[in-house]
């Protein structure tokens, strides 16, 4: 399971505005793939477009990572966006909802903790931010 | 991909078909509000049967041409809104303010011919 695990891996370089497309895409078939179904292929796209615009509004660009996730007898899917931007001058307040330093509704953080299983998020003033974010097949 | 959009008398109808970018969906706002002008139609809808994701830049966008095409006198219905989507729009924490929405095309039609519109 693990060497699959690595096989379906994907790297997704978010440059421009068609990325994010291309990322929730292949995070939706990569979440078929691990088995999940209905609405939770939906909610798995939408948390990988919420991450990506983050990255193209905030630091121009990223990577978002893509991949299964196995453990405790558990199967899910893992979904890490990283970029180098200026990082968050505030995380706490970033995740509260309706908060905003864009123009932008400022649930995309918050609506994403609440969409997965696990979140996790570092950011350092500078040097940039990472999001990482699991969800498992229930 | 540009979003087709066709006139039927008084009403506009933008048929996505595909995913759309942020451009995408910026270009379908602008060209809406345009149309809305030109036309002088007095309803639009905006069928997202075919999205499987509207995230939190499409619900704003959606708002946005709503609230736009409003101050030109015309009203806005999103229809087909997807299951799974409207499920995610709410544990996301996603209104679409301001806007209408019906079932299907036929709904959203029927909206519009009623007589109290």
Redesign the interface.
């Known amino acids: 399971m693990a060497a699959e695990a690595r096989h379906l891996e994907t790297s997704v370089p978010i440059l421009a505005?068609?990325d994010?497309?291309t990322a929730?895409?292949q995070g939706?078939a990569l979440a078929e793939r691990v088995g999940f179904i209905?609405?939770d292929?939906?909610?798995i796209?939408?948390v990988i477009?919420?991450l990506g615009?983050n990255m193209l509004t905030y630091a121009e660009k990223g990577v978002i990572r893509l991949r299964p996730h196995y453990f405790g007898g558990r199967r899910g899917i893992m979904v890490v966006a990283e970029d180098e931007g200026p990082g968050i001058v505030d995380v706490e307040l970033a995740l509260q909802?309706a908060y905003s330093t864009s123009k932008?509704?400022g649930?995309?953080l918050?609506?994403t903790r609440?969409?997965m299983d696990e979140f996790d998020i570092v950011s350092v003033l500078g040097k940039g931010t990472k999001v990482t974010v699991t969800k498992w097949v229930s | 991909m540009q979003v087709p959009i066709l006139k039927q008398g008084d009403f506009l109808i933008a048929s996505i078909q595909a995913?759309?970018?942020?451009?995408d969906l910026r270009q379908l706002q602008d060209d809406l509000v345009h149309r809305v002008s030109i036309y002088r139609s007095l309803g639009v809808i905006v069928d997202v049967t075919a999205l499987?994701?509207?995230?939190?830049?499409a619900?704003?966008t959606l708002s946005g041409i709503a609230q736009m095409t409003r101050l030109r006198g015309a009203k806005t219905v999103v229809v087909g809104i997807?299951?799974?989507?409207a499920?995610?729009l709410v544990?996301?924490?996603?209104r679409l303010e301001g806007v209408a929405t019906t079932l299907d095309l036929e709904e959203g039609l029927a909206l519009f011919n009623r007589p109290t519109n």
């Open positions: 505005d068609i994010i497309v929730r895409q939706r209905g609405s292929l939906t909610v796209a939408t477009s919420e615009r909802d932008s509704l649930l995309g918050p609506g609440r969409l | 995913a759309l970018t942020d451009a499987d994701v509207l995230d939190s830049f619900c704003r997807q299951p799974d989507v499920f995610t544990q996301m924490g996603l």
